[in-house]
């Protein structure tokens, strides 16, 4: 029997698939062209507004107009501009008490002409509540209505039907990218705050610090330069990180000693000799808020699987590489 997953798939049909997603690719590169040269003073009026408010910004809109607008709320309220989107049915039935008179409100619509917005229209205008438009009409119903308009290229749709929003949210959605990241530099929006707000997954393991990982305290591996042999081996292994750090008479680091090179310096006489005799000088050092991703880069670059953190040169903290991987950190 012909497996249907390995059946050869006859050649017209592959080209025809690959013409019409070429032409989709196209037709959608051409809208989003269109919008960055039609791109005006409008755009500036509203980031003014969204900077401006004392509130939220309100995200809404209807059917696929509506998906686009819960990912611009959520990029907005994840990079420092709290938003989050109404539906538009929903706001007709109590979800307008959600909207306050400290807020902005951007209502997507790409005919301009969407019947559900009526309510949040009439609720906006009544408390004095900042519209924004995005819309491909600004003489439609809502285009009219609000107080400023962000248009839409008028393209019409990759959808071979001319009628499935395609063209018309992928502008939608780079407009929202615009805004997000045009705010994101009107704010100064940093790392440590995106961090502070995506404290899981893997964008949080690489916005983590060493300062996050690294052990401190009695669990630093850590002995005056002038130590015997006999108190290197107790330190190193009870303390199970492969390594020790030595310090000179102001308790500032001058040394490191591995597992490694333990092995390699052990003779006759090792016993006998002190750690300033052994010890790697002047080692690879990193502070608290080195990312941790920058951590793991030193120890991959340098062939070394522990960095001891530092302090105004005085040891605060160790931090070994299998603390970075079983944390995310690649």
Do not use: W
């Not at 809208?31 to 401006?52: H, R």
């Not at 960095?307 to 950190?329: A, Q, R």
């Amino acid at each position: 029997m012909t497996n249907l997953l390995t059946e050869q798939k006859p050649r017209n049909t592959v080209e025809n698939d690959i013409k019409s997603a070429v032409k989709t690719i196209n037709m959608e590169i051409e809208t989003i062209i269109k919008l960055k040269e039609g791109l005006d003073s409008s755009l500036t009026d509203a980031l003014n507004l969204m900077q401006s408010a004392k509130g939220r910004i309100i995200i809404t809109g209807m059917g696929k107009s509506g998906h686009i607008g819960r990912k611009i709320a959520a990029s907005l309220a994840s990079t420092g501009t709290p938003s989050f989107f109404v539906h538009p049915a929903e706001a007709s039935h109590g979800d307008l008490g959600m909207i306050t008179e400290d807020d902005v409100v951007i209502a997507i619509s790409n005919s301009g002409e969407s019947k559900e917005l009526v309510d949040i229209l009439n609720y906006c205008k009544r408390f004095g509540i900042p519209l924004i438009a995005i819309t491909k009409n600004p003489e439609s119903s809502l285009g009219k209505a609000c107080d400023i308009v962000l248009k839409l290229p008028n393209n019409g749709e990759a959808c071979p039907l001319g009628l499935a929003p395609t063209s018309s949210t992928t502008a939608t959605l780079v407009l929202g990218d615009i805004l997000t990241t045009c705010m994101i530099e009107r704010k100064g929006f940093t790392k440590d705050e995106f961090n502070d707000r995506h404290p899981g997954g893997k964008l949080g393991s690489i916005l983590q610090r060493v300062s996050d990982l690294m052990h401190v305290g009695s669990e630093i591996p850590l002995l005056d330069e002038n130590a015997v042999m006999q108190d290197i081996l107790v330190e190193m292994t009870s303390k199970r990180l492969g390594c020790v750090g030595f310090t000179n008479k102001e308790n500032e680091l001058s040394g490191i000693l591995t597992d490694g090179d333990l092995r390699r310096c052990l003779s006759a006489n090792a016993m006998a000799k002190k750690a300033n005799e052994i010890m790697t000088k002047n080692p690879k050092t990193v502070s608290k808020d080195t990312l941790a991703s920058e951590a793991i880069k030193i120890m991959h670059d340098k062939k070394i699987t522990n960095l001891f953190v530092i302090e105004n040169k005085k040891p605060v903290g160790v931090i070994h590489i299998h603390d970075l991987l079983n944390n995310g950190v690649r």
